[in-house]
């Protein structure tokens, strides 16, 4: 496709279980980008990568969340024992990886943790 | 590490009044600065950059914004508001790194 997907767009899960959300880049994007955007809140940086770079984490808020990105293309977040506080819209987003490059944004995972 | 301010969590103009978004951004390094925009259950799409071309940026839809470095301020502005406008509008920078950090975004409300 033309522009970053992302899946599912909608999830609802028990307080506990693990959920697993995907992202898939414009092809050719180096950079791709996870954040979190809960009511009332701005965008919450989680997790960049960059290449074949190590990813900077710096954004994760807890040892729950993690991230990878197989070659260099599609990538999976994942939230471990989920907490109700993680209910919130995760975002992904990929660029052509300069500082100066626009991101372009998938439309979006709502997670909702009962 | 770079941050941005939105000064205004709400504003609310009416039809055909100046807009006005305020952003003030915190970098070591020159930065690269960003004004995206979430209308209403889309996705976030971006409206202007700067990147140090030129101090006044214009973007999208009558939109443009002054970087302004003795201020540290990148504030966003539309001569007349429209209905349309109405959405979130969000500031970011970016450093060297490409580690993009965004503000905590303005709701703007257009009243008829």
């Known amino acids: 496709g033309a522009g970053v997907s992302q899946s599912p767009s909608n999830k609802v899960t028990e307080k506990g279980k693990d959920v697993e959300l995907r992202c898939d880049p414009i092809?050719?994007?180096?950079?791709l980008y996870w954040y979190r955007q809960s009511l009332g809140q701005g965008l919450e940086f989680l997790i960049y990568?960059?290449?074949?770079?190590?990813?900077?984490k710096s954004g994760l808020p807890s040892d729950r969340f993690s991230a990878e990105r197989t070659g260099g293309s599609v990538s999976t977040l994942t939230i471990q024992r989920t907490q109700q506080e993680d209910s919130a819209v995760y975002l992904c987003?990929?660029?052509?990886?300069?500082?100066?490059?626009?991101?372009?944004f998938g439309p979006g995972t709502r997670l909702t943790v009962l | 590490a770079q941050s941005v301010t939105q000064l205004g969590s709400h504003v609310s103009v009416s039809e055909g009044a100046l807009v006005l978004l305020r952003c003030n951004y915190s970098?070591?390094?020159?930065?690269?600065l960003f004004w995206y925009v979430q209308y209403p259950n889309q996705g976030l799409q971006l409206l202007l950059k700067?990147?140090?071309?030129?101090?006044l940026v214009k973007g999208i839809n009558g939109f443009e914004a002054e970087f302004k470095k003795s201020e540290t301020s990148f504030h966003l502005t539309k001569p007349s508001a429209h209905m349309s406008d109405a959405a979130e509008y969000f500031c970011?920078?970016?450093?060297?790194?490409?580690?993009?950090?965004f503000g905590a975004g303005t709701r703007l409300t257009v009243k008829p």
């Open positions: 970011a920078v970016s450093g060297k790194n490409n580690d993009m950090r």
């Open positions: 987003a990929s660029s052509w990886g300069l500082a100066y490059n626009e991101q372009f």
């Open positions: 092809s050719g994007h180096t950079a």
């Open positions: 970098s070591s390094v020159p930065p690269y």
């Open positions: 990568f960059q290449g074949n770079s190590a990813p900077d």
């Open positions: 700067y990147t140090s071309a030129a101090t």
